[in-house]
């Protein structure tokens, strides 16, 4: 039987607003429904960023906690991950919901261009980032935006600076950062392989690009991240009129591949992660 895929979804970012797209889930209890929804469509991890009032990004922790609680209410068993991508914060405020000891958090390990700035991840963030989770227990999943960022995580690895075996995520059609190149694509899970054998990887497109990485990554035995963080629209012309329809379609896509989509527990197991139980 292959694989299960992990479908995670990437529920709000830093970024889409509600003028971009009316299903974007702002409050915190938009969040909670429309993760709960997501996770019915067959989403196992969710990977959350919070706002403020004016839709802004924030990195509050009083609102992580708020989300944490309600995620672990409403979707029983499935894996929280929060960022602590840099449009939130700056420097170690980035980290500071880590404290709440959610099940895995989004590791940058390196710095590289965005559309209209750099997406700065110096050495010294990066390390206390990294320390923090694993003092609280977290697993990273490490966000690769370029080719070094893998192996800058197999270092990082071999120090003890991550525990566990790292989990890669490959992040494909960001403009000014690595666009969707399917022999770049294949050259990263070569790499991942060879680094970290047997590892579990997945692969996210931005925008138009987002089926179209799901398709590579499932095809190739990897896992998938959807979600309205990365892409608003079903296609050209449509705007997707939830997270748990952009789910539906990455689960499509498993289906055509002969891969179930993973239960909490089979994406707990292939992550390395303990059975649930509620945080206090």
Known sequence: MAEPC???VAITGSLPTKANNPAVPVTISEQIESTH?????????CHAHVRNDDQAPSSDPERFALLQEGLQKHCPGMIIQFSTG???GAGQARGGMLSLRPDMASLSVGSNNFPARVY??????????????KTHGIKPEIEAFDLSHIL?????HAAGEIADTPYVQFVMGVKNAMPA?????????????RLFPGAPWCAAGIGREQLKINKW?????GHARTGLEDNVR?????????????????????????????????????LGLPPFQRRN
Not at 152 to 156: Q, S, V
Not at 217 to 221: E, Y
């Open 234 to 270: 079903i296609d050209r012309g449509t705007l997707a009129p939830s997270n748990a329809a952009l789910v539906r379609l990455t689960a499509g896509i498993c289906a055509e591949n002969g891969r179930p989509v993973a239960t909490p527990d089979q994406a707990r197991e292939i």
């Open 86 to 88: 840099g449009r939130s």
């Open 37 to 45: 929804e997501a996770f019915e469509a067959g989403a196992t991890i």
């Open 6 to 8: 992990i479908i995670c």
């Open 217 to 221: 990554s499932i095809a190739a035995g």
């Open 181 to 193: 190149d399917r022999h770049v694509f294949d050259f990263y899970v070569e790499t991942v392989n």
């Open 152 to 156: 800058k995580a197999a270092e990082m």
């Open 120 to 133: 700065e991840n110096p050495p010294d963030l990066v390390a206390w980032l990294a320390s923090e989770m």
